[in-house]
């Protein structure tokens, strides 16, 4: 089992920056990759950005592609999502994830979820 807790959601406004952070416990942190995912109201959960297990693959969804950054610390056993030029259409909860598929990007290909945390862009 891999327990994962995220942190870092608040209010901003458009144009703000925001880190989110997962802190994961549990089974070794370097044999998985991570994922961040997001949901808003009334729409499916969508990828946001994963890592892989060195740290060294990334991948992007379009619409963040230039604005996030993912980055982990296998020391640390944490994976970060850095957030600049926050958008209102980024409002929603932000999920990490881990899984053993590199560069997954559909939910159903992590095996382990955090409880999320809110971030909401005021424009």
């Known amino acids: 089992q891999v327990q994962l807790v995220e942190s870092g959601g608040g209010l901003v406004q458009a144009g703000d920056s925001l880190r989110l952070s997962c802190t994961a416990s549990?089974?070794?942190?370097?044999?998985?990759?991570m994922g961040w995912f997001r949901q808003a109201p009334g729409k499916q959960r969508e990828f946001v950005a994963s890592?892989?297990?060195?740290?060294?693959?990334?991948a992007y969804t379009d619409s963040v592609r230039g604005r996030f950054a993912i980055s982990r610390d296998n020391t640390k056993n944490t994976v970060n999502l850095q957030m600049n030029s926050l958008q209102s259409a980024d409002t929603a909860v932000y999920y990490c994830a881990a899984g053993t598929v590199t560069s997954a990007a559909t939910a159903r290909q992590y095996d382990y979820w955090g409880q999320g945390t809110q971030v909401t862009v005021s424009s």
């Open positions: 890592i892989s297990q060195g740290g060294v693959i990334k």
């Open positions: 549990g089974r070794t942190f370097s044999n998985y990759a």
